[in-house]
Structures are given as structure tokens and as C-alpha cells.
């Protein structure tokens, strides 16, 4: 176990600056692009794929590493690039932190490496918890699981799946037992080419729009035993404690949640820096009234502002990884809190991003628009920012706060 330390080892620091100099090189120039396009930015993963940045051994390496700073700092610097793009980059590891947060060894050794395929045959993964009536409210899950001798008979309908329909991989969450609510529910591997797994309505969004999002239909869909996330033993056991009214541990969603929250907090410390950055850049050079828009206090104070809270946003989100990689535990929701405020700082860092650069700002001549739209969804996606503190809220009172 390390002490807390914010600030990046040698290690952690090399790979940061070889994945801005990608991050600078590639995914920035290929933004807009891909964003107009609102297709999934294939040659740019596959760019990745080449230079080791999409694998799994990349994921893995950055997951164990010892201060759980490597991953939120390779994101933010993904991030900083292109939101769209990255999130087409790391959409898989969110799926393949599923996959290991409820997996066993050998279901982590079939399924991951399928996940991601390899540089010349990229793949995707995706991760299915959402319906059109179970979103925050993951208790409402209906798709149903369904035992039939030794395997399982799948069916329902995903919503909003990041690359749901077109990656190779599917982690699905069903309830098992409706009767149990969320403690009922166990997450399930699909398999490439599963009979049933169907693509329904790609969504056309108001950001990240490089990043294929879409229904996913599943329609008697077969799967053998093994594809139960953690095995059947487990999961009996589960379910016993819970019919016996024993505490049944987390449950499965939840579980892929906490675990990816703080690498979802730093892609939004990623668009926020990348906003502010490009403020301060304008605001040295644009003149009005004969000095540097950056020389008013107004501009300058709200520089200050912006930079404050992004580093704010980011010790909020090492403190979380770094807690969970070293095992403590989130008593005050750090979590939740890193993801909070992250999020919001994104939405406001680019909003005030807009605002330096006037009319421009407004405009597609510049980026500040898109980082905008693209950080909207850090106050929606794993988890909204009132169940954020309501999660908080519970944490930090005790009370069963709804
Ligand atoms: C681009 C995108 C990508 C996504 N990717 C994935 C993915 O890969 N996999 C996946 O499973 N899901 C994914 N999602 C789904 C996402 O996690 C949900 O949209 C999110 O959890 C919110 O659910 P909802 O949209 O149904 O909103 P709702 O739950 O309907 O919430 C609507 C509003 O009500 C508020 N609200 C709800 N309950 C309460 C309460 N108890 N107290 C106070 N306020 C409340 C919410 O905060 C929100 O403001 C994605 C969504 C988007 C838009």
C-alpha cells in the first residue's frame, strides 16, 4: 500500500506524456471530424490499437498499477484530446471493468482479450445496464434471465449501451429473481455472433458524438452456464443469504459503478482542462479596447476560477482512485463525490470557455462548442449528479435519504 501523493510517479508521469503526445498528435486533429460524422472514429482506435494505447494490456497494466493515479491521469489526457473519440477509446475498458469486478479468473482470461481483439482486427465491449424505465432506478431492471438446463435464455431491451450492437462483447445485467429487486440481479457475458442480440435505435446526440450509443434488443438469447458473471455457486449463494433476509453484498451494477466512477470523474477533468487551456490561450492573445482581453480582472479572475476548480475536480478524483486501488473504504462516498464534482466543473469550465471567446466561442471555428456539448453528459451518464449526492447524502448522515 503507497501513501496518498498527488502527484504522478516517474512511471505513471512517462506514460501521461506519451499518451498527451497521442492524445495532441491524433485524436485533437480528429475531433471535429468525428464529431460532425457521429460514426464510431474506427481508423483512430485502430491508431490506437497499433501504438499498444487500445489493449487490454494497456488497461490491465494501468488498472495495477500501485497509486491508482495511472489510469484517471491516462484518461484525463485522452480526454483533453477528444471526449467523443476518447470515450470510443475507453468505452471498452468501462464493459471490461464489468466483466472483472463480478467475473472469475477464467470468464476475465476467455472474455477480456475478445473485447478488445487485436490491432489488426479492433473490437469493441459494452456494458448493458440501462432500460427505457430503469436508469438511476436500477432496481427496475426487467431484461429477465431465465434458467433452461444448463444454460440461460436471455430477454429485454437495453437502452443507451455505448457501443451496444456493435462490439463483440456484451456484459448484460438481468434480474434473475424480480422478486429480489436489485439483489436479484446477476451480469451475463455475450458472447460474438449470439443468435437473438440484436441493434435497435442508434442515438443522435447532443455530444459525445463519436461515441456509438444505442439500444441493444436481446430476444431469447441463449447462453451457456459459463456465461454467468462469478458462476453459479456464487451466485445460489447470493440469493440464499438474500431469501434468508442476510445482507447479500453489492449488487452487480453497483459494484461495475463504484469501482469505474474516478476514471469517469478525470475524462471530465480532461474536457474541462482542455477548455480552460484554450480560454487562456485566447484571452492572451484577443484584443478589444486596445489590451488583452485576459488584462480585465473579469477575464482574468474567471481564468483563475477555471484553473481552481479543474485541479479541485482532479485531487478529488486521484484521492478516489487512489482509495480504491489501495483498498479503503469510501466512507463519505469519495466516489460518488470525485464524479460530482468533476462532472460539474466540466459543464462549467466549458460554458465559461464559450464566454471568453465571445461570438467565436459560440462557433464551430473552435472547440470550446463541442467540449461544451461533450461535458453535458458527465452530469448524467454513471449516475446523475442527484444520485451522486444522494449517494453522498446517505453516506455522509446515515439516513436512508431519498
Ligand atoms: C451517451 C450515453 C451513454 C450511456 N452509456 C451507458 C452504458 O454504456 N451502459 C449503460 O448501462 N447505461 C448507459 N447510459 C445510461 C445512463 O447511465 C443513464 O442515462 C443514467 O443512469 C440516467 O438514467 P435515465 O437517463 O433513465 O434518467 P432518469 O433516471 O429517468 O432521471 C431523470 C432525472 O431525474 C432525476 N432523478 C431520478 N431519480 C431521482 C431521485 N431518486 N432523486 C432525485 N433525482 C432523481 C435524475 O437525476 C435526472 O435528473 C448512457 C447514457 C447516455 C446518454
Not at 463480478?102 to 482479450?113: A, H
Not at 455475450?190 to 436481446?218: D, N
Not at 475524462?267 to 482542455?274: E, K, S
Not at 466561442?361 to 444520485?387: C, N, Q, W
Request: contains cysteine; proline residues 4%.
Amino acid at each position: 500500500m503507497t501513501g496518498f501523493c498527488p502527484e504522478p510517479s516517474d512511471d505513471v508521469a512517462e506514460v501521461r506524456d506519451w499518451v498527451h503526445a497521442f492524445a495532441r498528435d491524433v485524436i485533437r486533429p480528429a475531433g471535429a471530424e468525428w464529431d460532425e460524422r457521429e460514426e464510431t472514429p474506427w481508423p483512430v482506435i485502430q491508431e490506437a490499437a497499433k501504438i499498444g494505447l487500445y489493449s487490454l494490456d494497456f488497461f490491465a497494466t494501468q488498472w495495477f498499477e500501485e497509486s491508482g493515479l495511472a489510469l484517471p491521469v491516462a484518461f484525463e489526457e485522452i480526454f483533453w484530446g477528444d471526449a467523443g473519440i476518447g470515450l470510443s477509446i475507453v468505452g471498452t475498458g468501462l464493459a471490461a471493468a464489468a466483466l472483472a469486478a463480478n467475473g472469475t479468473p477464467d470468464q476475465m482470461g476467455e472474455w477480456l482479450p475478445q473485447m478488445f481483439g487485436t490491432e489488426n482486427d479492433v473490437k469493441l465491449g459494452a456494458f448493458c445496464a440501462s432500460e427505457p424505465d430503469a436508469g438511476s432506478d436500477v432496481g427496475a431492471i426487467r431484461t429477465r434471465a431465465v434458467r433452461d438446463g444448463g444454460d440461460w435464455v436471455l430477454d429485454g431491451v437495453k437502452t443507451w449501451a455505448t457501443n451496444g450492437g456493435i462490439a463483440n462483447v456484451h456484459v448484460v445485467v438481468a434480474s434473475v429473481d424480480p422478486s429480489l429487486g436489485t439483489r436479484g440481479q446477476a451480469s451475463f457475458v455475450i458472447p460474438p455472433g449470439t443468435p437473438g442480440l440484436s441493434m435497435g435505435q442508434k442515438f443522435r446526440k447532443h455530444g459525445i458524438r463519436a461515441s456509438h450509443t444505442a439500444e441493444v434488443v436481446l430476444d431469447g438469447v441463449r447462453v451457456p452456464g459459463s456465461c454467468l458473471l462469478g458462476g453459479e455457486e456464487k451466485l445460489e449463494a447470493r440469493l440464499a443469504r438474500v431469501r434468508n433476509g442476510e445482507r447479500a453484498g453489492e449488487q452487480a451494477a453497483m459494484r461495475t459503478f463504484e469501482t469505474t466512477r474516478p476514471s469517469v470523474a478525470a475524462m471530465a477533468v480532461g474536457i474541462a482542462r482542455a477548455a480552460f487551456e484554450y480560454a487562456r490561450d485566447y484571452a492572451r492573445e484577443r484584443e478589444q479596447f486596445g489590451r488583452k482581453i485576459g488584462e480585465n480582472q473579469a477575464i482574468a479572475f474567471l481564468l483563475a476560477e477555471m484553473a481552481t476548480r479543474v485541479d479541485m475536480a482532479r485531487l478529488l478524483t486521484w484521492r478516489a482512485a487512489w482509495m480504491a486501488r489501495n483498498g479503503r473504504q469510501f466512507s463519505q462516498a469519495e466516489g460518488s463525490m470525485s464524479k460530482l464534482v468533476a462532472g460539474e466543473t466540466a459543464v462549467w469550465v466549458t460554458e465559461q470557455a464559450i464566454q471568453i471567446l465571445g461570438g467565436a466561442g459560440y462557433t464551430r471555428e473552435h472547440p470550446v462548442e463541442r467540449f461544451h456539448r461533450d461535458a453535458k453528459i458527465y452530469t448524467i451518464f454513471e449516475g446523475t449528479s442527484e444520485i451522486q449526492r444522494l449517494i453522498i447524502g446517505r453516506a455522509v448522515t446515515g439516513l436512508p435519504v431519498r
